[in-house]
């Protein structure tokens, strides 16, 4: 399988070519040249396969430059049911993503927050981890990961990372902005690979200097320096697999559909959901659920992509879905736009000069009703009487934005053709987000026996000013130390 970028660079590199990078040398995101067809002998095949086997059966369509029995082997590490261990209570560790039915087979929740860090970020992180270490391994090469991260994909990249050969991670975090369940998760690590940096600032200062060291191109080249962002094409590719073992859980027969609503920050998760149903996977529908930052809502209602600027963008109470431009997006406008790099480029063109684009005003919106999405927006009020309404009705409690999902999906049911069962993304387990259960609730949320306590556990973290050239030397020591 040979990789274009959307906005149409001559190169065609493979999977592994891209793994380690970023963007395109165009600026562009990459995707498969073709999305491959899924016969219909396969889904029969597929619908008994585990986890790690549906996965390497799905990745290895998208992966032809790892041998077969490597990526064998990395599935299977990365999918047990020891790193997945955080099902819900009733629900089997084995299946990795179960269904939680709040109505019996019409009516659940996919569980996506059973691994290390409780949130769906896992299901693609851990892979990415085995993946960087075989690719790093077979090349002789190193790379030092340097993200900025308000809580989730810091954290899924730290527990992906850790113990890692040829991998180190200096993850920035705002000093005393998480949470402390968030800061004991990330900081307790003690792995010799992965350090910590509290700066005394917002986040987005942690991410200007993140920036600014990226845009010191000898130092990126000197120190090896990467990143493990959302637009990375592989943990596009690990997430549509559970697309797949969802829609197994929910029907019978493949000639059954399912409606899969998606809480959607930088349209990574949901993008993944699109390319499962262009390879053939029978979706009827895909609703996607924001938050107050309602960009994407805004799109899919009306045609009209408009970034907001960083000042717009609402701190709320799902924060992971606090986005002011959605990343992944590009993707899905190069399909819409019928796959014309020309077209992608020149709408970027305008998007990243901070303007907006109009797919209504020139038609090309109408096409939009061929790729099945839905869409709705959800408040923080909204969240609340989601959460309350969940508990007091299935006795189930669901974290901040998992009820966004819920609550766009109730709005978007009319959507959804009779019959057809609707799994809602639960995109994070709710101990994450105590503070807004104790106020829906007036109770703790649950908390997984093993993490009891974790806030007590000796830290591991170096404050630091916001400051790009202690922050410079402070990698340089360590990675010469
Ligand atoms: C990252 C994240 C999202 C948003 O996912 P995207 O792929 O960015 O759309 C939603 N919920 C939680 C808990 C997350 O961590």
């Known amino acids: ?10 190169a065609r590199p493979e999977f592994c070519d891209i793994l380690l990078g970023g963007l395109a040398p165009d600026g562009g995101l990459y995707l498969p040249e073709t999305y491959p067809q899924v016969t219909r002998a396969e889904l029969d095949a597929w619908r008994g396969l585990s986890y790690a086997d549906l996965a390497f059966a799905i ?11 490597d990526l064998k082997a990395i599935c299977d590490k990365t999918y047990t049911a020891d790193v997945y261990r955080f099902v819900r209570p009733g629900d089997n560790a084995a299946d990795i993503t179960p269904v939680h039915w709040l109505e019996a087979g019409r009516f659940g929740l996919l569980e996506l927050s059973n691994g290390p860090t409780l949130a769906f970020k896992d299901m693609a992180m851990q892979l ?4 960087f270490e075989y690719v790093l391994d077979k090349r002789g090469e190193t790379i030092n990961i340097l993200g900025a991260t308000s ?11 850790r113990g890692k050969h040829g991998v180190t991670v200096f993850m920035l975090s705002p000093h005393g902005k998480m949470s402390p369940f968030q800061r004991a998760q990330m900081y307790s690590l003690q792995d010799a690979n992965i350090y910590n940096i509290a700066v005394t600032g917002m986040f987005d200062d942690a991410q200007d200097i993140v920036k600014a060291v990226s845009n010191d191109a000898a130092f990126k080249a000197k120190y090896k320096i990467g990143a493990v962002n959302s637009i990375n094409w592989a943990r596009v590719a690990a997430q549509i697999v559970y697309y797949f073992k969802g829609y197994f859980a929910a029907t019978k027969s493949n000639d059954e559909q399912v409606a899969f609503c998606v809480p959607s920050g930088n349209f990574g998760n949901i993008c993944a959901g699109h390319i ?3 390879m053939g996977l029978p979706v009827s529908r895909l609703i996607l659920a924001t938050n107050e930052n309602d960009v994407l809502d805004e799109f899919f209602q009306t045609g009209v992509y408009r970034p907001r600027k ?3 963008t609402q701190v709320t109470s799902s924060p992971s879905m606090d986005i002011s431009k959605a990343s992944n997006f590009e993707r899905f406008v190069f399909d819409l736009v019928g796959r014309n790099p020309q077209r992608v480029a020149e709408l970027w063109k305008s998007v990243d000069a901070g ?3 109009d797919l209504a005003a020139s038609g090309e919106f109408a096409d939009s009703r061929n790729y099945a999405f839905v869409s709705g927006r959800s408040t923080h009020a909204d969240r609340l009487a989601t959460i309350r309404q969940v508990f007091e009705t299935y006795g189930t409690v669901i974290d901040t934005h998992t009820a966004d999902g819920v609550k766009v999906a109730w709005d978007c049911a009319d959507s959804v053709p009779a019959g057809v069962p609707l799994l809602v993304l639960e995109t994070a387990l709710p101990v994450k987000f105590a503070e807004t259960i104790r106020e ?38 360590h990675l010469e130390a």
Do not use: W
Not at 1 to 10: D, F, I, P, V
Not at 445 to 460: K, N, S, V, W, Y
């Open 128 to 131: 990415l981890g085995n993946l």
């Open 355 to 357: 303007g907006t684009f």
């Open 276 to 278: 499962a149903r262009q």
């Open 1 to 10: 399988m040979k990789y274009l970028s959307t906005r149409g660079h001559a």
């Open 440 to 477: 829906a609730l007036g109770r703790e949320p649950e908390r997984p026996a093993e993490l009891d306590g974790i806030e007590a556990l000796p830290q591991r973290v170096e404050v630091m000013a916001p400051d790009v050239d202690a922050i410079k030397r402070f990698i340089v020591q």
């Open 310 to 312: 960083a000042a717009e």
């Open 59 to 69: 990745l290895s369509k998208y992966i032809t430059d790892i041998p077969a029995a």
């Open 151 to 161: 809580g989730d994909t810091g954290s899924a990249a730290e527990y992906a990372m």
